[in-house]
């Protein structure tokens, strides 16, 4: 065996070398999945339970909100939902105190959990006119001439 065999060899062993997988990063996905009863519920946990990655399930079903925390991707887990038939979608709520001005209309939603309003990308919508801005700040407190009629 020469240079050439033993230069063969290594290239060999180099080659069958297996490349490490990323792993997925441990992450959280909460939907919103509309269910009426506890059989939906057992329904969606036990459906969810056996994807592959997920390490555990929580279903609120007064919320109508599912929790899953594994190493699983947001969309492959909303995807396996929707193939139920129910309606889901990813939760699409924040506390409301996260928000500069919760009550705008696109924002606030009846139909949210207490305490909670839609998350909106849009700066432009929580940003208050000129008009509003001066009287919110009539009564503020912490405005030192506002009113204090309140």
């Given amino acids: 065996m020469g240079v050439a ?3 063969e060899y ?3 062993l180099l080659s069958n070398v297996k490349k490490p ?12 999945v509309r269910m009426d009863c ?4 057992r329904k969606i946990k036990n459906l969810l339970s056996s ?30 939902v929707k193939a139920t038939g129910k309606k889901a979608e990813l939760w699409p709520y924040v506390p409301y105190n996260l928000i500069a001005h919760p ?7 009846k139909k949210a959990p207490p305490g909670f309003v839609r ?3 849009d700066t432009s ?9 001066k009287y919110t700040n009539m009564f503020s407190d912490e405005n030192p001439n506002s009113c204090s009629i309140m």
């Fill in 51 to 80: 994807v592959k990655g997920v390490k555990k399930v929580d279903v609120d079903l007064k919320q109508q909100k599912v929790t899953v925390t594994g190493y699983v991707e947001g969309k492959k887990v909303l995807k396996k």
């Fill in 125 to 133: 919508i929580t940003a208050l006119s000129e008009v509003e801005d």
């Fill in 21 to 32: 997988k990323k792993k997925k990063q441990l992450q959280t996905v909460a939907l919103k």
């Fill in 10 to 12: 290594v290239s060999d």
């Fill in 5 to 7: 065999g033993t230069l």
């Fill in 38 to 41: 506890e059989g939906c519920e």
């Fill in 119 to 121: 998350s909106v990308d």
């Fill in 103 to 109: 009550y705008v209309a696109q924002v606030y939603d």
